[in-house]
């Protein structure tokens, strides 16, 4: 096993599948000559060509839109969104063609597109650039929405949604590119979308997190350990097909849970998940489940304004003391 | 970091045990293995192992409480972290006997002496407690609440089911077992009263409990050891001491494997249901000086006769030794009693609940058989299996106990 | 042209026309239901650019799709069916009359969000230029579509990247119920192609021969390498944007001027010019008459899908 970042651990995965099946294409803003504008589909140009790896205008609709028609003849495209701010210009493509195509003629055409996009606020960049909204994707049925955590699951996770013949939105974290960490050699290692994973175990509080919720959801778990607090992390992986067995079985054992987004919480992911506990586990609640979220406003420039908006690993903590 | 020891499960039928006798006590040292209390089971007294190193930090139970599996006992952490038992446990520290707990600090939401209630006059009880108070048939106003604006909560109902005393009125308390009726004797001068070990007053309560309950059918077969016998010189001079084979192991792999094709007998009985084990796990009934236990074989039906028999030895010699651990007497699915050494040719075991069988086995003997006409000499082994008429009939019972036969007749199957 | 083909092209624009006309009258006994757009008066540019492809190229449009599903070759029963939901429609009745589909006819569907086949399009044409299949796509839209961002967006890929896409913009002179020179700054559509150096020509829409030469010179200059190609054909839709529209947002005069040129009575006048009889034409009415009975039969007769079809086809994979 190779320790990679998980921006190499994308490129390797994207690398790995093209040499495997020549109909995966690579398409998106400065990804070939330029290497991506954080380097995960950096070497591919060199390795596999123009015809494969594409440069486009700035056009988020038409990036979507030929990567939709595309997949619908033939091609297995990775499109390149640069930012998850951005694909709100290729909502319509995403959510009304590639999460219907199947549906609605049938079950006629099959559109087999990955749409990596960087999702996540942190980096001072003000209220439009710095917007978690990956769950807005996970609302529509026919799409997989896909958020990795570690380099490992990000190239796992990113082989299986190349290869599902599903469109899949793969969400990555801006802040996370750098995050280094052990990734299977194996070219067929693959982790199935749609199961959450355990990241920790413990007995006394159920955490839910998901992509860089999970970093801070461990850190807090690490602290909150050395008061004799056992959390038990688990990390979703995917928002859709959203797997939260493990979450119940988890909540039957502790009772107690709390449920970490960066994004904010009015209609968010702690929503849902906090109302499929009720719905499932009602008899098994021993406290109003905690959400941890970003608050609700336009995320700020100011580095401390921006870090008082976001959550921290201390909110994780008083979240989880709070429902002890 | 402080780590709550919890009642341990030892087996898979367990829902609690009682602490018999704290061996550390608040402030002793304790070393990862040491042994830290005695607990008393349905089926052993058995010796709590600690799990991880360092202080025992408190006790929040008295000897001689019954505490539900899971619950916690005690917490042992570093030498110099300050704990909050209260927080850990959901429970002050306790433990009045032996030593008194060291003053503890107030807890910060002192159990209220009844449930808060709400405006409303609704008595306030998280979803979880409400289930166990309607399971365990309470009244939630009777139990405190230590949650926010003193809610009851999980903790609160186990703490109450565990010190709610047997009389209290309103806890109707789970039904206390049926005591084994006592015809008492007189006593004179000459007679010597003994007080019941806990062991014995387990063994009693258990066997007057299966006899009064299961409907058993007892039958008896007979095995042609001549093969087996030979078979297991033939391995054990390949095998070292401690692997070698008794006859007892050859029957009890013999058994592990009828048992995989007659799940009816892997069983337990469960009211509206049959409860098939999944693993096949045949216990070992060991005569130790204070009366009986049973040593367990884990997946019998898969595990190498040679490791079994090594497995086995040591377990009895804990057994004989009063230094069983947890792991030895837990998770029997199915009993097999071994009177041979006793030169007993045949008899009746009675069976160990949840269990559906037990199999009684007498001595390999040289007997007279008759073959072809003539009088020749063979070895012979009797066993009677005893079996819960609720779960199985005579017929499957006589079908496992030709099964057995048959391992034993061919005995290369037990190799295989 | 043989006299078979030119029998053959009338015979679809007179089945689009028979089709439609029986949709109207379903429609309004409640038998089909949602929004449904006539092509009725545009059957020339359907048939006439259809004629013109060959089998390795695409087809796709937009909501008004019922007339380049037909030329297409789908069977009037198929797409009747799925006109009233049932399960032998060509979508298992999950489309609709704006979401008609045939894979195998490389028909790749209505789509009702305006524009987005545009978009679509550069992909489909993307994928055979990678693969290399000699096929180029013929993308059908409304007048109303180039004022949206897909047009553009589309129109300059597939202008980059030299893909085999023929734009074929149905200019019926309104969209929705605004006609174009109140909506768009350039009433010459064809002249937006020029943005993107895409070449163009126009078409007469009421004359099936000129939209089908036009789309084969189209066709050509696409699959000789030299990237998309624009046509803008001059049509115009008999009926309201879609039923119930009743708006007098146009003059009778208008309409009736336009009807004067209908694209069926000027084919016929074609064929009886070139010698084919009268009751050849009344056979081939005759026939249409025929597979519309048979259609609709074969539609009301079809059972509807189960319940139990909400939870097919949503993923490939589940």
Redesign the interface.
């Known amino acids: 096993m190779a320790v990679l970042t998980i921006a190499k651990s994308i490129a390797q995965a994207i690398a790995e599948e093209m040499e495997r099946d020549p109909s995966v294409v690579v398409l998106g803003e400065e990804v070939a000559a330029a290497g991506g504008t954080y380097g995960a589909t950096s070497g591919l140009l060199d390795r596999f060509g123009e015809a494969r790896v594409k440069d486009t205008p700035i056009s988020e609709g038409i990036i979507v839109g030929a990567a939709v028609g595309a997949a619908m003849n033939g091609l297995r495209p990775v499109a390149e969104i640069m930012g998850i701010n951005f694909a709100f210009l290729a909502m319509d493509m995403i959510v009304n063609h590639a999460a219907k195509v199947h549906s609605m003629f049938g079950g006629q055409f099959r559109c087999p597109l990955v749409v990596r996009t960087t999702s996540g606020g942190g980096r001072q960049l003000g209220a439009t650039h710095s917007q978690t909204v990956e769950h807005l994707f996970a609302h529509f049925p026919g799409l997989k929405v896909v958020c990795p955590s570690t380099p490992a699951d990000a190239k796992g996770l990113l082989k299986a949604a190349i290869r599902t013949d599903d469109p899949v939105m793969f969400v990555e974290q801006a802040t996370m590119y750098s995050l280094r960490g052990e990734v299977p050699d194996d070219k067929d290692f693959l982790i199935p979308i749609g199961k959450s994973d355990v990241k920790r175990r413990g007995r006394h509080v159920t955490v839910v997190a998901y992509s860089n919720m999970v970093e801070i959801s461990l850190k807090a778990a690490t602290e909150l350990a050395k008061d004799g607090i056992e959390c038990e992390v688990i990390d979703l992986r995917s928002l859709r097909p959203l797997d939260l067995d493990p979450v119940f079985e988890s909540f039957k054992q502790t009772n107690r849970a709390v449920v970490v987004e960066e994004s904010w919480p009015t209609y968010g992911v702690g929503a849902e998940v906090a109302t499929r506990l009720y719905e499932e586990c009602f008899d098994y609640v021993d406290a109003p489940i905690q959400r941890v979220a970003q608050k609700e406003v336009p995320l700020p420039y100011a580095a401390n304004l921006e870090r008082a908006a976001l959550p921290q690993v201390a909110d994780v903590v008083r979240a989880v003391k709070a429902v002890l | 970091?402080?780590?709550?020891v919890p009642m341990p499960k030892l087996g898979f039928d367990m829902k609690e045990g009682t602490l018999v006798r704290k061996l550390k006590q608040v402030g002793d040292a304790v070393a990862k293995g040491e042994i830290i209390a005695e607990i008393e089971t349905d089926k052993a007294t058995v010796e709590l192992e600690a799990y991880v190193g360092g202080v025992v930090k408190g006790w929040v139970v008295d000897e001689g409480t019954p505490v539900p599996v899971g619950s916690p006992m005690l917490?042992i952490?570093e030498p110099n972290e300050s704990?909050?038992i209260q927080?850990?446990t959901g429970r002050a520290p306790g433990g009045a006997n032996p030593s008194p707990a060291p003053a503890a600090a107030p807890a910060p939401a002192a159990p209220a002496a009844t449930a808060a209630a709400a405006p409303t006059g609704q008595i306030l009880a998280?979803?979880?407690?409400?289930?166990m108070a309607r399971d365990a048939g309470l009244d939630l106003a009777q139990i405190g609440g230590t949650?926010?604006n003193g809610r009851v909560?999980?903790r609160d109902v186990e703490a109450f089911l565990q010190n709610a005393p047997p009389a209290a009125p309103a806890a109707a308390a789970p039904a206390p077992r049926p005591a084994p009726a006592v015809i008492p004797a007189a006593v004179t001068a000459e007679d010597e009263v003994v007080p019941l070990t806990k062991l014995r007053s387990i063994i009693a309560r258990r066997m007057a409990e299966s006899t009064q309950t299961v409907p058993a059918i007892y039958l008896t077969i007979e095995v042609d050891m001549a093969a087996a016998m030979a078979l297991r010189k033939q391995v054990n001079a390949l095998l070292p001491d401690e692997r070698k084979a008794s006859v007892n192991d050859l029957v009890v792999k013999a058994v592990g494997l009828a048992l995989r094709q007659f799940p009816n007998l892997n069983a337990s009985f469960g009211g509206d249901k049959l409860i098939r084990h999944g693993h096949v796990n045949v216990g070992v009934a060991v005569a130790v000086p204070s009366g009986l236990l049973t040593v367990v074989t884990k997946d019998t039906d898969v595990k190498p006769l040679a490791q079994l028999a090594a497995e086995v030895k040591p377990m009895v010699a804990r057994a004989r030794e009063g230094k069983v651990q947890p792991a030895d007497i837990e998770g029997s699915t199915f009993t097999v009693s071994n009177l041979g050494m006793y030169d007993i040719e045949h008899f009746t075991a009675i069976i160990s609940l949840p269990e559906a069988g037990i199999l009684a086995v007498g001595a390999v003997k040289e007997v007279p058989v008759v073959r072809e006409g003539q009088i020749v000499p063979g070895t012979r082994l009797k066993m009677t299996c005893a079996a819960d008429h609720r779960v199985t009939d005579g017929a499957e019972v006589a079908q496992f106990l030709q099964s057995i036969k048959k391992a034993l007749e061919e005995p290369l199957r037990l190799l295989v | 042209m043989d006299k078979a083909e030119m029998l053959e092209l009338y015979r679809q624009m007179v089945l689009i026309r028979l089709f439609e006309e029986k949709c109207e009258e379903l429609y309004q006994k409640g038998k089909i239901g949602g929004f449904m757009h006539l092509y009725i008066g545009q059957e020339a540019t359907g048939v006439g650019a259809v004629a013109a492809r060959q089998p390795q190229d695409s087809l796709i449009t937009g909501y008004r799709d019922h007339g380049i599903a037909l030329a297409a070759g789908m069977s009037a029963r198929t797409a009747m069916a799925e006109m009233l939901g049932r399960v032998t429609g060509c979508a298992k009745g999950k489309g609709g009359s704006m979401h008609l589909a045939d894979i195998n006819l490389k028909f790749w569907g209505g789509h009702a969000i305006v524009g987005a086949q545009i978009a679509l399009a550069a992909g489909l044409a993307w994928a055979d230029q990678f693969r290399q299949t000699a096929g180029c796509t013929l993308c059908f839209f409304g007048d109303g579509a180039t004022n949206i961002s897909y047009f553009h967006e589309a129109l300059n890929l597939a202008a980059v990247w030299k893909l085999p896409v023929v734009f074929i913009c149905e200019n019926n002179k309104y969209g929705m119920w605004t006609p174009v020179e109140k909506v768009s700054a350039v009433t010459e559509i064809r002249r937006k192609a020029s943005a993107y150096a895409i070449p163009s020509d126009s078409a007469d829409g009421m004359d099936l021969l000129d939209v089908r030469a036009k789309t084969a010179a189209a066709l050509a200059h696409c699959r000789a390498g030299n990237g998309p190609y624009f046509l803008e054909v001059h049509t115009y839709r008999y009926r309201g944007h879609s039923m119930g529209d009743q708006r007098p947002y146009r003059t009778q005069e208008e309409i009736r001027k336009w009807q004067a040129e209908d694209p069926i009575g000027k084919f016929e006048k074609v064929l009886l010019d070139s010698g084919i009889a009268p009751a050849e034409i009344d056979r081939v009415d005759d026939e249409v008459k025929a597979i519309m009975a048979d259609a609709v039969q074969f539609a009301e007769a079809s059972p509807v899908p189960d319940d139990s079809e909400i939870w097919t086809d949503i993923y490939v994979e589940n």
């Not at chain 2, 998280?126 to 289930?131: F, G, L």
Request: glycine share 4%; aromatic share 0%; net charge positive.
């Open positions: 970091m402080a780590e709550v917490v952490a704990v909050d927080a850990l998280s979803p979880v407690a409400r289930k949650g926010p909560v999980k």
